[in-house]
């Protein structure tokens, strides 16, 4: 019997699984896919990531570190440049991978290539088949957005959007960082230097239409590449977290940035505070209610309100990035979220006063 069983491999199962055995508990990650496994990600992590780490990332992990973003609207360019590193640059498949094995070095059990296809859950425990047949006190569910567990269990149909990308293998990547906007419906486009080859993607609402853009983009540059493609939310946190013995964590209950489309700082961030409730449960009794109350207090009002200016900005784009572009002060204040970790909600909070309408500054004071 074990004290937890993980499902999923990505950075949130990896996360709940290494926390979990840091302190103590007997934990099985079981991940469907055989590690190193190809994942389609921009692959950057902001400082917040990083910060939830809770340790350094290997030099060999890291394909680059950059200080300089540029930002597109349509025809127009705005370079923001720090002395300070703004974005690290990650291939997902290597950076999954090392998750993985820090969990296996902290004590969990590690069984990959092995797919979890039904779950029973019993009066003490959660029963799990995966091939054969486990047994665990409780469950954490990661099997990302389209897992076909967890969206048996999580209620309501929240806004689904698509991201396609292509690794371009070049010569020289360059050191900064590009974001695209003003043609993807609730998305952008981007080109990230990953040292070895660019990160080329476009995400957004309308799949179609998205792959126009990055083909465009890509046929622009001369740039050629297979394209991958994943789905992703984009309507901030799913209500529901879970229930009985069972806690969903990352892209299984929808915790993504809707605006930047980032996904994995919440999903670390809501492993290792799913295994530290599941820790005080078995310890003392603690309710796993705890674990939705604590991810709403720590990022789920700062998700709703990125949900709110992806609506506000792309409802209203010539205005709103045009002005973003014309006003330094505005995108300095937006890098800041990536960069150091300014929460939304202080971003919106900041931004209401010198929005350019006031109806559009009325609405953002009422919903903040």
Same mark, same amino acid.
């Given at each position: 019997?074990?004290?937890?069983?993980?499902?999923?491999?990505?950075?949130?199962?990896?996360?709940?699984?290494?926390?979990?055995?840091?302190?103590?508990?007997?934990?099985?990650?079981?991940?469907?896919?055989?590690?190193?496994?190809?994942?389609?990600?921009?692959?950057?992590?902001?400082?917040?990531?990083?910060?939830?780490?809770?340790?350094?990332?290997?030099?060999?992990?890291?394909?680059?570190?950059?200080?300089?973003?540029?930002?597109f609207f349509r025809d127009r360019c705005a370079e923001i440049s720090r002395s300070e590193r703004l974005s690290t640059l990650v291939t997902r498949s290597v950076f999954d991978?090392?998750?993985?094995?820090?969990?296996?070095?902290? *004590? /969990?059990?590690? +069984?990959?290539?092995? =797919?979890?296809?039904? %779950?029973? @859950?019993?009066?003490?425990?959660? $029963?799990?088949?995966?091939?054969?047949?486990?047994?665990?006190?409780?469950?954490?569910?990661?099997?990302?957005?389209?897992?076909?567990?967890?969206?048996?269990?999580?209620?309501?149909?929240?806004?689904?959007?698509?991201?396609?990308?292509?690794?371009?293998?070049?010569?020289?990547?360059?050191?900064?960082?590009?974001?695209?906007?003003?043609?993807?419906?609730?998305?952008?486009?981007?080109?990230?230097?990953?040292?070895?080859?660019?990160?080329? *993607? /476009?995400?957004? +609402?309308?799949?179609? =239409?998205?792959?126009? %853009?990055? @083909?465009?983009?890509?046929?622009? $540059?001369?740039?050629?590449?297979?394209?991958?493609?994943?789905?992703?939310?984009?309507?901030?946190?799913?209500?529901?977290?879970?229930?009985?013995?069972?806690?969903?964590?990352?892209?299984?209950?929808?915790?993504?940035?809707?605006?930047?489309?980032?996904?994995?700082?919440?999903?670390?961030?809501?492993?290792?505070?799913?295994?530290?409730?599941?820790?005080?449960?078995?310890?003392?009794?603690?309710?796993?209610?705890?674990?939705?109350?604590?991810?709403?207090?720590?990022?789920?009002?700062?998700?709703?309100?990125?949900?709110?200016?992806?609506?506000?900005?792309? $409802?209203?784009?010539?205005?709103?990035?045009?002005?973003?572009?014309?006003?330094?002060?505005?995108?300095?204040?937006?890098?800041?979220?990536?960069?150091?970790?300014?929460?939304?909600?202080?971003?919106?909070?900041?931004?209401?006063?010198?929005?350019?309408?006031?109806?559009?500054?009325?609405?953002?004071?009422?919903?903040?």
């Open positions: 019997m074990y004290d937890m069983i993980v499902i999923g491999g990505g950075p949130a199962g990896a996360s709940a699984a290494l926390e979990g055995a840091s302190l103590g508990l007997r934990v099985l990650l079981i991940e469907k896919e055989m590690f190193p496994r190809y994942k389609p990600c921009g692959g950057a992590l902001s400082e917040r990531a990083r910060s939830y780490l809770g340790f350094r990332i290997p030099d060999e992990v890291i394909d680059a570190e950059v200080s300089r973003i540029r930002v991978e090392m998750l993985v094995r820090k969990a296996e070095e902290a *004590g /969990a059990e590690v +069984l990959l290539g092995r =797919k979890a296809t039904e %779950i029973s @859950e019993m009066r003490e425990h959660v $029963r799990i088949r995966a091939g054969a047949t486990y047994d665990g006190r409780l469950l954490v569910l990661a099997d990302g957005h389209t897992g076909i567990l967890s969206r048996k269990i999580r209620r309501g149909d929240g806004i689904t959007g698509v991201c396609l990308v292509s690794d371009v293998a070049v010569e020289d990547t360059g050191d900064c960082m590009e974001i695209h906007f003003g043609e993807a419906d609730m998305g952008y486009a981007w080109v990230f230097p990953h040292g070895s080859y660019l990160s080329v *993607g /476009a995400g957004g +609402l309308n799949s179609s =239409k998205i792959r126009g %853009i990055l @083909e465009g983009l890509m046929r622009s $540059r001369g740039f050629r590449g297979k394209i991958h493609g994943h789905t992703i939310p984009l309507s901030g946190p799913s209500r529901y977290l879970g229930g009985g013995r069972t806690m969903l964590c990352g892209d299984s209950a929808d915790m993504v940035d809707p605006f930047t489309g980032e996904g994995i700082a919440y999903a670390v961030r809501s492993g290792q505070i799913a295994a530290q409730v599941a820790s005080e449960h078995l310890s003392d009794g603690c309710d796993l209610v705890e674990y939705q109350r604590r991810c709403k207090n720590e990022f789920g009002d700062d998700l709703r309100a990125s949900f709110l200016l992806a609506r506000i900005m792309h $409802r209203f784009p010539d205005q709103l990035f045009n002005i973003f572009m014309d006003d330094r002060s505005l995108l300095e204040r937006y890098i800041d979220i990536h960069a150091h970790g300014l929460s939304y909600r202080s971003f919106l909070k900041w931004l209401a006063p010198r929005a350019p309408a006031k109806l559009i500054a009325s609405m953002i004071s009422k919903m903040v």
